[in-house]
């Protein structure tokens, strides 16, 4: 009888064979999620929905440019800055690319800081890529001014097929929407981490239970994903 009765829940923990058990596996939270807070599962789940986003985006610029018959501009020349009386291609861009991908290294070192409760440091290194971030929308900004007093608009633009204009505008200017709210996101974090929200439970948004600092990483999260996101955003739009 014993026996019997260790068969039959031996046989009712035993996970099924195939995509059954991985269904299985995940729907009872028995290891996907078993230690992960709920703010770090809903952030992966909104990079998620937001990596859908980004990617039919995208996959729309590439269609319009693989499917239109009017030349497509070239990117070198219409990203290009005059310097000292000689065009240099891509400079802003590359500048721009360069200070988002150092604000991924001082948000890391931020995280890293903030699990060993350093305050200072930590909330020093999310002011610092808060002003990475906002030198990026600055100069994404400037990029705008500069195409537009050139006359590119979403419906033309001078140089050649009219959805050139509307492709670029609603990529960069909904990945800068992402840079922005990301800034402001940090600051108030930050002035959470300095204020020492997080040693004391002070209530409010994104405090956590006393001495976990993992807003800090969830903040970075997102910061990561938006400079990957720009990572392919710059290898398809602007080097392709």
């Known amino acids: 009888m014993a026996e019997t009765a260790l068969t039959d829940t031996v046989a009712s923990t035993t996970r099924p064979p195939g995509l059954r058990g991985i269904a299985a596996d995940w729907s009872s939270d028995q290891r996907a ?15 998620l929905s937001d990596t859908f986003i ?12 693989m499917s239109t018959t009017v030349p497509w501009p070239n990117p070198s020349e219409v990203f ?13 861009i ?14 890391a070192m931020a995280v890293n800081f903030g699990y060993r ?18 030198t990026f929308v600055g100069m994404q900004a400037f990029e705008w001014t500069k195409l537009i007093m050139e006359g590119v608009r979403p419906w033309g633009n ?15 200017g909904f990945h800068g929407t992402h840079v922005t709210i990301g800034v402001i996101f940090l600051i108030a974090v930050s002035r959470k ?13 994104f405090t956590s239970r006393r001495g976990y600092y993992e807003i800090v990483e969830i903040t970075g999260l997102y910061w990561h994903f938006v400079d990957l996101v720009w990572v392919f955003i710059f290898a398809f739009f602007y080097l392709w």
């Open 117 to 134: 409760r350093d305050r200072a440091k930590t909330a020093a290194l999310m002011l610092a890529t808060a002003a990475f971030g906002a």
């Open 193 to 205: 981490v300095w204020r020492g929200d997080f040693d004391v439970e002070r209530r409010g948004f």
């Open 158 to 172: 001078p140089w050649g097929a009219p959805q050139f204009g509307s492709c670029f505008f609603m990529i960069t």
């Open 94 to 107: 590359a500048i721009m690319t360069f200070i988002l991908i150092s604000s991924s290294g001082t948000m």
């Open 54 to 65: 980004f990617s039919c985006f995208l996959l729309s610029y590439m269609t319009a440019r």
């Open 80 to 92: 290009a800055l005059t310097i000292g009386d000689k065009k240099i291609p891509l400079i802003l």
């Open 33 to 47: 999620f078993k230690n992960v807070s709920w703010g770090k599962a809903m952030m992966w789940i909104f990079l």
